[in-house]
């Protein structure tokens, strides 16, 4: 079963370009939406989180859209850069699970 | 100063070899975690322990047994290896709030079972 639904499963973007990725969950009760970026060798870090309390959170170029009564959100990066070229995670928690749950990746590649 | 540190960063080993992977965090966080990420980087969640206590036990293989000796550290090991355990196992840690949970997570450590 998987709780967070994530697409695409790679994505080729151009420098300056903007990068789409998208999450669907079906647990109402989750209250946490963080995602994570992973380099190659790496451990996964956090780039940008929101509560669904909030339709969008913007750090930088990283952007989060919201949609609560669809029960999808987003990851938008504006701008792409060669640096940004990684495996992007959505995830999900539920308050008290101490259990975060995560989408399958998207890898992403910003050609230069 | 790495926050969560995990040993050893590579193992290569025979099927039906005993292994153990260690780690430790120096974030004074209570609640540690083991994930394994396979071939297609699918972050699954096998254990977490707070304060010293399992509170998450996925449907793992009684093969692998976690040991949490005080809350800064977590030991994982794995009996009787079998090729379908070689992944990268990818140690946590956390300090869950009321709507927020941040991971940090440790470098991972790569286990290659031939």
């Known amino acids: 079963q998987q709780q967070v639904k994530q697409s695409p499963q790679s994505l080729i973007v151009q420098k300056g370009g903007i990068s789409i990725i998208n999450c669907a969950y079906e647990?109402?009760?989750?209250?946490?939406f963080p995602w994570y970026q992973q380099f190659p060798g790496k451990g996964p870090a956090l780039l940008i989180a929101?509560?669904?309390?909030?339709s969008e959170k913007k750090e930088g170029r990283f952007t989060i859209s919201f949609n609560k009564s669809a029960k999808q959100f987003s990851l938008h990066i504006m701008d792409s850069q060669p640096g940004d070229s990684a495996t992007y995670f959505c995830a999900a928690y539920q308050g008290g699970s101490e259990k975060l749950v995560f989408g399958k990746g998207t890898k992403l590649t910003v050609n230069p | 100063d790495t926050a969560v540190s995990q040993t050893p960063k590579y193992l290569v080993t025979q099927m039906g070899n005993d292994k153990s992977i260690k780690c430790e965090q120096n974030l004074g966080h209570d609640t540690m975690y083991w994930y394994k990420q396979d071939s297609k980087k699918f972050l699954k969640i096998m254990f977490s322990y707070n304060n010293k206590e399992l509170i998450i036990n996925e449907t793992v293989p009684n093969r692998f047994s976690p040991k949490s000796p005080d809350k800064a550290h977590l030991n994982l090991h794995i009996n009787s290896l079998e090729l379908g355990d070689s992944a990268v196992y990818f140690c946590a840690s956390s300090q869950p709030r009321s709507g927020a949970n941040v991971l940090t997570f440790g470098a991972g450590s790569r286990l290659t079972v031939l």
């Open positions: 929101i509560r669904p309390d909030v």
């Open positions: 647990n109402t009760a989750f209250d946490y």
